[in-house]
């Protein structure tokens, strides 16, 4: 079972309680210079203005929340469309001629595993894996071999190419998504949104008023409103290498079922790769 995305807890606590306490001390500081009374002349209009902030930054909030589930969501289904894929090409490289066959399902599981070790830790910086680069070119070049020994029109070539034709799909997806696509416009609008809401409840500096209920005013909404903002960062990340973060289950699942379908057709693929997907020295 997928789960949703989540940063470090530990991190994310410490990220909040550190912002409350810079922005509570903060407050209580401009408090001491403050005038009896707040620089309100009329608490409601402020009110209305700092409702009126607070309602734009939590519709921009959601909406950029919505956008980076989208993109949590797609992040994981291009990952599983990709192993499934990659399961449909070892099974049609099976029909391929002579040791074409054995080479081109060892390649595959070489490309499922320089996925599993070496593309998805460069995705946390959106990049692809020269290794993995390598992989991709070595299974087109298995398809043209078997494709000049027979035809482009056989069937084990065309469900070969059409299986190419979907990981390739499948795989560009997943490394566009680790890219992030939360616009910066938008990020910036989300920090200028979060420093006017916490920097309007400053203007609420009072010294009649009692020191803790300041506190935990500023406190409140500056908890609030860093702990949005970390939401944001992790569910636009789908690939930030985080707990909950779009894993490599589905391609682990995907070496245990070639793995399963080479056993029932007795047949042992040619593997020219380490476990991690590195290429053994010929």
């Known amino acids: 079972m997928r789960s949703l995305p989540y940063v470090n807890p530990w991190l994310a606590a410490g990220v909040i309680i550190a912002s409350a306490i810079v922005m509570v001390a903060v407050m209580l500081l401009i408090r001491r210079s403050a005038p009896e009374g707040g620089r ?12 009126f902030l607070g309602a734009g930054f939590v519709i921009l909030l959601g909406f950029v929340i919505f956008l980076g589930f989208g993109t949590y ?9 990709e192993a499934a894929a990659v399961v449909a090409q070892f099974r049609a490289a099976a029909d391929f001629e002579g040791d074409l066959a054995p080479n081109a399902q060892g390649e595959l ?15 946390t910086t959106g990049e692809r894996s020269p290794v993995t680069e390598g992989w991709v070119v070595a299974l087109d070049d298995s398809g043209v071999q078997q494709q000049n020994g027979t035809s482009p029109g056989a069937q084990p070539v065309m469900n070969w190419w059409n299986a190419t034709n979907d990981r390739q799909l499948a795989r560009a997806g997943r490394v566009l998504v680790s890219e992030g696509q939360i616009p910066t416009l938008l990020w910036a609008l989300l920090v200028i949104g ?28 500056t908890i609030l409103v860093v702990a949005s903002l970390l939401a944001v960062q ?3 990340s789908p690939f930030s290498g985080e707990s909950g973060s779009v894993d490599t ?12 379908f080479a056993k029932a057709e007795g047949v042992a693929p040619a593997v020219p790769c380490d476990k991690v997907g590195i290429p053994l020295e010929k």
Do not use: T
């Open 109 to 123: 599981v070489c490309y499922a595993r320089s996925v599993i070790a070496q593309e998805w830790p460069s995705m």
């Open 73 to 81: 969501e797609a992040g994981a289904n291009h990952a599983d469309a």
């Open 234 to 236: 992790v569910v636009s």
């Open 194 to 221: 979060a420093i006017l809401v916490v920097g309007w409840i400053l203007l609420y500096a009072d010294p009649k008023e009692r020191l803790v209920a300041q506190a935990a005013m500023m406190a409140c909404v």
């Open 40 to 51: 309100f002349s009329d608490s409601d209009r402020a009110s209305g203005v700092f409702g």
């Open 249 to 260: 289950g589905s391609m682990e699942y995907a070496l245990v079922q070639m793995d399963q």
